[in-house]
């Protein structure tokens, strides 16, 4: 069953700062990037949807606004296993561990932090096999002090007029499923590759969630292509659950070559203030025709107390 949503006063996220995209081509190979983590102090877990079964590790670091100065690759951790399409990642402490969720398989498993499975995984439920293919489990968070992990597909599963999100505890067993609304689509039917679903959650330390919207439209001659993204501050259980904390737009236009189609989003670092770097990747696809390029975005929030009646 869906969770009932009740009034209480919530913690609302307000945008201090919006930092520039940024890439690193020296520094980063061209990839399919689609999901990070934090593993360490400054080192970051990040899959490679194109990739084998496992994932890089970056060292990235940044300044005391939270912009990030620089970005270097420490390597990739995984075996000869074919890739599972990898979308999103998190870090587990209990273990010192890595969950990954694939969308080939719809399925969350565990690996070690060299790259191998750990040979245990979260328990979907069945619904999750009528995923639409390429449009499957997409989203991964947990957050360590509520010890809940959250999934969801990236567009609806067949039936559904919106997402289930789906949370799980330490057990990995099935605890609760929230709907989730999105925002209709803008894009007009055209002909070219219209995508537009959840593409990444985070998990914060109240219990609610940051959810990624994303909506992007690729004509076939790739001029003209532009991607939308909605970052929004989800509490499952307040009467007005979802509230727009920021939204940015980027394209390939005669003057702007920005493009950026972010999948991976995790926490980063907290400044001295007490606000939260949230840090966003983009999926290249691997570089394409060297127009693309391998996007790192840094957003700055703080709470503000929402009293909701």
Avoid at 230 to 258: C, G, R
Wanted: hydrophobic share 40%; glycine share 8%; charged share 20%.
């Amino acid at each position: 069953m869906y969770v009932s949503l009740h009034a209480q006063a919530v913690s609302r996220l307000q945008l201090v700062a919006d930092h520039p995209q940024k890439s690193f081509p020296e520094q980063v190979p061209a990839g399919d990037f689609s999901g990070i983590t934090p593993i360490g102090p400054n080192l970051y877990a990040v899959v490679d949807d194109k990739r084998g079964d496992g994932f890089y590790v970056f060292r990235i670091d940044f300044d005391a606004a939270g912009d990030i100065l620089s970005v270097r690759n420490l390597g990739f951790r995984g075996d000869s296993l074919p890739g599972r399409d990898a979308e999103g990642i998190v870090y587990f402490p209990p273990q010192k561990t890595v969950f990954i969720s694939g969308e080939q398989d719809n399925r969350v498993l565990e690996y070690h932090l060299n790259g191998c499975p750990a040979q245990r995984e979260i328990i979907m439920p069945e619904l999750f096999k009528n995923a639409v293919p390429n449009r499957g489990l997409e989203a991964l968070a947990y957050n360590e002090h509520t010890q809940l992990f959250w999934t969801t597909t990236e567009r609806p599963l067949p039936g559904d007029s919106a997402h289930v999100l789906c949370c799980f505890n330490h057990d990995f067993q099935l605890v609760k499923r929230v709907a989730y609304a999105m925002d209709a689509p803008t894009a007009e039917a055209a002909e070219g590759n219209h995508v537009h679903g959840v593409s990444e959650m985070t998990a914060l330390a109240d219990g609610s969630l940051l959810v990624l919207e994303r909506e992007a439209f690729i004509p076939e001659e790739k001029f003209g292509a532009w991607a939308n993204c909605k970052l929004y501050h989800f509490s499952p259980d307040a009467e007005a659950p979802k509230h727009l904390v920021h939204e940015w737009k980027t394209d390939i236009s005669l003057f702007h070559q920005d493009f950026a189609n972010y999948e991976g989003m995790c926490l980063g670092p907290r400044l001295a203030d007490g606000s939260q770097v949230i840090l966003l990747v983009a999926d290249s696809q691997h570089r394409y025709m060297g127009v693309l390029s391998d996007w790192f975005k840094m957003l700055v929030v703080r709470n503000v107390e929402d009293k909701q009646q």
